[in-house]
């Protein structure tokens, strides 16, 4: 029987007040953007009844994380310390009978829809997602179609691994929903062969151990070598603060010249080849003569990661010992190091860490993530963060005309 008019006039009704009820949501979302607020979980739950009609049955978050020090090691079975930050990615997801997933992801506003098995590049942010159904699949786990809505404050581009807390958040929440027997070192494994492979970004494990395994308060030593982990708490006398230059970098970006993370990526294998090595970790500073008669850019390249692989295991020493004027030295000596042997860093990047040098309350500061802009993460005294952090970006901000974003510590 054809619906009677009246019954037509209601469903009419109630779709115009889920489509209205959309545009509201996304109107309170975009004026929070608008303020850098973070969404409230409350509505991102709101969000996700709103655009699926249902509440969600899980829900996962994974935090973003700043290296304290031991850059570009990792994908050369090198040493790290990064510790997780205090900006998360949120996922609320709900699972379907069917093969279709529908991602609403709130920082573009938009709704985007792939079928299970028919995962393709060039979706934008959705190709995250995408990625990592694909690789689970390859693996043999069982997935049916999901919705997901899903919010992120680590801002993109800053070097603290926002796209690593989407993808291990992803696998997280799919390892709940479907019962996948994960470990979370295994989840950090599947989300970078996600970003290497569907992505496009060829990035080391760092990013996506730390945003799997972090602890708040405590940093995470990783050997790369080894796959050893150990935590080392954050001294109580320690302020960590993080300024976003406000100047974003990709590390899909397949950008024309050499500074780009691709190109010193090759840089550091072809070192390898002419010193007969499988890894730069198999050299020592006492090595460092020899990597000396290496020609440009090899030489400097190759110098950069040993040396911060000996300054990752003096910041250990540091931190346990509460020895902060130290660890200031060690994260000068290393951006530095990027500086000048890796170039990574961008003239806005030296001026925050001269900045610093100049402000009362730190003792040490460096360029944090893959480089080419991003962010500036620096040591203070417990207490002081705050009142430096705003001293820095006020300076900054007069003297380049950029709007930095201090992202830690918050009020």
Not at 26 to 41: G, M
Not at 108 to 119: C, I, M, R, S, V
Not at 252 to 278: F, I, P
Request: proline share 4%; charged share 20%; with cysteine.
């Amino acid at each position: 029987m054809n619906s009677s008019p009246k019954s037509q006039k209601s469903k009419g009704l109630e779709q115009a007040c889920v489509q209205y009820k959309k545009k509201w949501i996304s109107e309170v979302y975009r004026q929070k953007i608008s303020r850098n607020d973070k969404l409230p979980l409350m509505d991102l739950h709101a969000v996700f009844t709103g655009h699926f009609g249902k509440s969600a049955s899980l829900e996962v978050s994974s935090a973003g994380r700043v290296n304290l020090i031991g850059e570009h090691t990792d994908y050369n079975d090198g040493l790290v310390l990064p510790t997780p930050i205090r900006q998360r990615c949120t996922m609320l997801l709900s699972p379907r009978a069917d093969q279709m997933v529908r991602v609403f992801g709130v920082q573009k506003n938009q709704l985007l829809e792939y079928q299970l098995g028919q995962e393709r590049a060039g979706l934008d942010w959705l190709d995250y997602i995408q990625a990592v159904t694909e690789v689970l699949r390859q693996d043999g786990h069982a997935l049916t179609g999901f919705e997901v809505a899903f919010s992120s404050d680590v801002p993109q581009g800053s070097g603290l691994s926002s796209s690593a807390a989407l993808l291990v958040t992803t696998v997280k929440a799919l390892r709940a929903a479907f019962t996948l027997p994960l470990t979370d070192t295994e989840v950090a494994h599947i989300a970078q062969r996600a970003e290497n492979g569907l992505v496009g970004a060829r990035v080391g494990l760092l990013d996506q151990m730390a945003c799997s395994l972090g602890q708040d308060g405590q940093a995470l030593f990783i050997d790369f070598r080894s796959f050893e982990t150990r935590s080392v708490p954050l001294p109580s006398n320690l302020e960590l603060v993080i300024l976003h230059s406000s100047l974003t970098h990709s590390l899909a970006a397949n950008d024309q010249g050499s500074r780009n993370y691709k190109t010193r990526r090759a840089e550091c294998e072809q070192a390898c080849e002419m010193l007969g090595v499988s890894s730069l970790r198999d050299l020592l500073p006492q090595d460092l003569p020899r990597v000396a008669s290496l020609p440009a850019p090899y030489a400097s390249r190759a110098k950069h990661v040993i040396s911060e692989n000996a300054r990752v295991l003096k910041a250990v020493t540091a931190l346990e010992q509460g020895d902060l004027a130290t660890l200031g030295a060690l994260f000068y000596a290393s951006h530095a190091s990027m500086r000048d042997d890796y170039d990574v860093s961008e003239p806005e990047i030296d001026l925050i860490v001269d900045l610093a040098r100049e402000t009362t309350g730190i003792h040490g500061a460096r360029l944090t993530g893959g480089g080419f802009g991003g962010s500036v993460v620096m040591l203070a005294d417990k207490g002081a963060g705050r009142k430096a952090g705003e001293q820095i970006a006020a300076a900054y901000q007069e003297r380049t005309g950029i709007v930095p974003r201090l992202l830690s510590p918050q009020e």
